[in-house]
């Protein structure tokens, strides 16, 4: 490694280039899917490689599979970035030197993978059910060990656990059909995997895609919407978490550019992003970029108090660094994103917030939609939603939809839970693919409604 940074050294001096920083990983993972009992993908795989990124007023990256090749993918870099034109500048910083490690309860680098694929069968197993025409079930694990240097002389070595396990089934009546799915994940061990009730889950979504056969279409208009913790957190990631990442907001593709300060909410309300909440799927300990994660409040009191920055951002906008310069692996350059982005809980109990809605809906889950968070627009669809009359739940609705614009919904809310949740694993996609997980209490609020296909 000596020899690896005193040659970073000297081309560096050579190209003529301020910064330079070298991702070196390692990632063991293993994944299993499966479609109605049948192995989709069954693999198991090792390795290893380096990520070098170079700075001179613009970036320089490149990466090689092969550490061996390492030399040639630090030349590359600090030949693009000296090839490159730009007055940009970015966070220096004093260095640091660590090691850390998220440490799992039961190690899934420990577990057989005979054990795993078993999992997998016992779940496929159990979705099994009259009018259950598909089943899908998936299992993940990985493990990401980074040694991180930089040309300031930081040091950092980091492992990360991380597991993701989940299923569907779409169930099948007179020609409609309907889907329902249940996720699991964090930073964790295979503990995960054993502190979970299958038996009920899997009964639990057999159950929700079978009722939503018999659901009745949704009305279209403005209502009074209730929203569970999960579209909660879907839509506090979606439709404010991207508008504040401060590389949108630099770009001039976010709603929120220039509002630090303002009132973008109503008042009461708090929205944190947390990279170093204990076990979460979007948990870490030190970002892409060598920056050590925090707790950012994004809105307090219903101001907009931050925005989520790396290196380049948080010099450019003049903000403190805070640890959310993130890559999907080696191969990638960080880019601004995420980790774990919900809604801090109210003083509302759930049956307070019904008794408020006159004329409404329940909508719970996510079922995916997008945001132009250039535009200030959203639209969401839910898993499944219910009317709500005279504050009670009443019946059932399918292939329901959420929609409108982002500050208008935000400063509608009426009423925020006392139940806050973060347990909804997933992937977000940006040109990229990191984990993140998100959440909050339910909301009361006013949107648009309709269906969705």
Not at 58 to 79: C, H, L, P, Q, Y
Not at 265 to 282: I, M, S, Y
Request: charged share 25%; aromatic share 8%.
């Amino acid at each position: 490694m000596e020899n690896l940074l005193r040659k970073a050294d000297e081309l560096a001096r050579h190209y003529g280039v301020s910064y330079y920083e070298m991702r070196i990983e390692r990632v063991i993972e293993s994944a299993i899917v499966t479609s109605n009992g049948q192995l989709d993908e069954f693999s198991l795989n090792e390795e290893v490689g380096i990520g070098v990124r170079t700075f001179n007023g613009a970036w320089g990256f490149s990466s090689a599979n092969d550490v061996s090749r390492a030399g040639e993918a630090i030349e590359t870099a600090m030949k693009i970035a000296k090839l490159s034109e730009g007055n940009s500048r970015i966070y220096t910083g004093d260095p640091v030197v660590d090691s850390v490690e998220i440490k799992a309860k039961k190690p899934f680098t420990e577990i057989d993978v005979e054990k795993k694929l078993a999992l997998v069968k016992e779940t496929d197993s159990l979705l099994k059910g009259e009018k259950i025409a598909n089943r899908s079930v998936y299992y993940g694990d990985s493990v990401r060990k980074q040694l991180y240097f930089n040309s300031l002389g930081s040091e950092i070595e980091t492992v990360v656990p991380r597991i993701r396990f989940g299923f569907s089934v779409t169930a099948r009546e007179n020609g409609g059909m309907q889907t329902y799915w249940k996720s699991f994940g964090g930073t964790a061990g295979w503990e995960l995997v054993e502190e979970t009730d299958l038996p009920h889950w899997t009964d639990f979504v057999k159950e929700k895609a079978l009722s939503l056969l018999h659901a009745q279409a949704p009305p279209s208009g403005t209502f009074d919407v209730v929203m569970d913790p999960e579209l909660t957190g879907v839509f506090i990631h979606e439709a404010l978490g991207h508008a504040v990442e401060a590389d949108s907001v630099k770009n001039g593709d976010s709603i929120l550019a220039g509002k630090l300060g303002e009132k973008i909410a109503v008042e009461g309300l708090n929205v944190v992003d947390d990279p170093t909440l204990p076990g979460k799927f979007g948990s870490y300990i030190y970002d892409d970029e060598g920056i050590k994660a925090k707790r950012v409040e994004l809105v307090r009191d219903g101001i907009l108090a931050n925005y989520l920055n790396d290196r380049e951002t948080s010099a450019l906008l003049g903000l403190e660094p805070n640890g959310h310069g993130r890559a999907q692996g080696y191969a990638y350059q960080p880019l601004v994103r995420m980790g774990n982005t919900y809604v801090e809980p109210g003083d509302w109990s759930f049956d307070e917030m019904l008794e408020e809605v006159e004329n409404g809906l329940y909508m719970i889950g996510d079922k995916g939609g997008q945001v132009d968070t250039a535009g200030g627009t959203f639209t969401f669809g839910a898993k499944e939603g219910y009317i709500i009359e005279k504050g009670e739940i009443k019946a059932q609705v399918r292939d329901v939809a959420l929609s409108g614009k982002i500050l208008d919904v935000l400063k509608n809310i009426r009423a925020i839970g006392d139940d806050t949740r973060i347990e909804f694993p997933g992937y977000c996609g940006k040109g990229q693919v990191v984990p993140v997980d998100d959440g909050g209490p339910h909301v009361l609020t006013r949107a648009l409604v309709g269906g969705m296909r």
